[in-house]
């Protein structure tokens, strides 16, 4: 199975032969199923020495039962090798944007403020300094003071980091999405012997969709969630770490996540490649698909910043052809939090954007199905690369 970013390399290369671009249908990993305890473990040494990409985090979207509208970001990383990033390190990242915003208000972007920490150079720690084991049935993910511990099929992030103190119980809703590759199919990252795996190389991982409870405590305030949505991420990039400056060329890559009552959804497509996925969740089941021809992402409308002075898009309509459906899903921003990805030769901007969404599944052959609910956009977008 090959993986986006296994393409990504291939079609880098073809490039510069000149040939044609490939159309990415064929190429994305398709794997679907539930979380495996060892794959949320650390999967190489402590010591690993090659290049390494390997995070997992959280983005929760939901509401307070004060009535605020949020999405708040937790993500660990450890980030090694000199082919891109400028130094080697473990890092936290957490953002938070919340806000009280009336129907009308969620019905175009609003110029709120937000909390972000993590990303830039004086964030990063000493490779070892977030610490990833397994214990019995048991994984966690430990930066100072904050943790996210896997046990029996949930997770439980505890802890504080800057500002930001938290307290969540994490569900899985549907399965997960092996996007980027199954972990079966790395070679020399066998499970069991996590400790000796110096040899480790390949990517795997994707995403899940999950639900979530529990308070988040911003300067001191607490804010019980009332109702919140989320995806939790698990990735791991071994020996060869894709260059992302080359990834976010052109119009860059977006994420996109839509939570309603009764389906939910992911829609995900970059400019380079080009390559695109989705992933819908019906009752108990999950399909994917894969290919820029059946999943796509469209702007609509823009906004100029004032913070920033750019404009980025604030609404977007999406589809994706499954097997067995269509959906169909546009996107309404009202709030957004930006930061940046510098790496060793060039700079890459992220903004995630708190969203609602409504949508519709068509399945062949059958009666057409609406829901409505939370979403989520992360965008990334390589703003500058030095020539070499
Ligand atoms: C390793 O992975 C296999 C297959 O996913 C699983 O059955 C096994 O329990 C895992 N081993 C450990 C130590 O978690
Ligand atoms: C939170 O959102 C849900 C779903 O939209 C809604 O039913 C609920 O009333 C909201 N809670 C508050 C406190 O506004
Ligand atoms: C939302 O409104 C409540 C009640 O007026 C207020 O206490 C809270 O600070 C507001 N939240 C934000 C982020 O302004
Ligand atoms: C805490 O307060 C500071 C100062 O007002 C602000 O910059 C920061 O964003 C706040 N953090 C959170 C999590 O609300
Ligand atoms: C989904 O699974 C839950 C729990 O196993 C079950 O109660 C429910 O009926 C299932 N729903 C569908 C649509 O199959
Ligand atoms: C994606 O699109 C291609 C071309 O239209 C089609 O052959 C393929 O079956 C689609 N894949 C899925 C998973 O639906």
Redesign the pocket.
């Known amino acids: 199975m090959k993986s986006l970013v296994d393409l990504a390399l291939s079609v880098g290369l073809l490039a510069c032969h000149g040939l044609a671009q490939g159309t990415g249908?064929e190429v994305f990993a398709?794997g679907v199923g539930p979380v495996v305890l060892a794959n949320e473990g650390p999967l190489v040494p402590n010591d690993y020495q090659r290049p390494l990409f390997s995070d997992s985090g959280f983005v929760i979207r939901g509401n307070t039962t004060a009535g605020e509208e949020f999405h708040i970001w937790i993500f660990w990383y450890r980030q090694l090798g000199k082919e891109e990033y400028v130094v080697n390190g473990d890092v936290m990242q957490v953002a938070l944007l919340r806000g009280n915003f009336t129907e009308e208000d969620q019905s175009h972007m609003n110029n709120v403020p937000f909390m972000n920490k993590g990303q830039n150079l004086e964030d990063y720690r000493h490779p070892g300094t977030m610490r990833v084991f397994q214990k019995e049935n048991r994984v966690t993910w430990q930066f100072e003071g904050i943790s996210s511990t896997a046990e029996q099929g949930e997770w439980t992030v505890k802890g504080s980091y800057s500002d930001l103190d938290v307290d969540l119980n994490i569900r899985p809703r549907g399965n997960m999405f092996y996007h980027a590759g199954g972990f079966a199919d790395l070679s020399g990252c066998e499970n069991e012997t996590t400790s000796t795996n110096y040899n480790c190389d390949g990517v795997a991982g994707g995403i899940i969709h999950v639900s979530a409870s529990g308070t988040i405590t911003a300067n001191g305030t607490a804010l019980a969630i009332d109702q919140a949505q989320g995806v939790h991420e698990r990735i791991l990039m071994a020996s060869n770490v894709p260059s992302r400056l080359e990834v976010g060329l052109g119009r860059g890559s977006f994420w996109l996540h839509g939570w309603g009552e009764r389906f939910s959804w992911f829609t995900f497509t970059s400019e380079q490649g080009p390559y695109a996925v989705g992933m819908v969740n019906i009752g108990n089941e999950s399909h994917?698909?894969?290919?820029n021809?059946?999943v796509t992402i469209e702007a609509r409308d823009h906004w100029l910043d004032p913070e920033t002075d750019q404009v980025n898009p604030t609404g977007w309509h999406t589809t994706a052809?499954?097997?067995n459906g269509v959906l169909e899903a546009d996107v309404q921003a009202f709030g957004r939090v930006y930061y940046y990805w510098l790496r060793n030769g060039g700079l890459l901007i992220v903004n995630q954007m708190t969203a609602n969404m409504v949508m519709r599944y068509s399945p062949h052959g059958g009666e057409p199905v609406t829901d409505k609910g939370g979403a989520f956009m992360e965008f990334m977008k390589t703003f500058y690369e030095q020539p070499k």
């Open positions: 249908d398709m994917v698909t894969g290919g021809l059946n052809h499954f097997e």
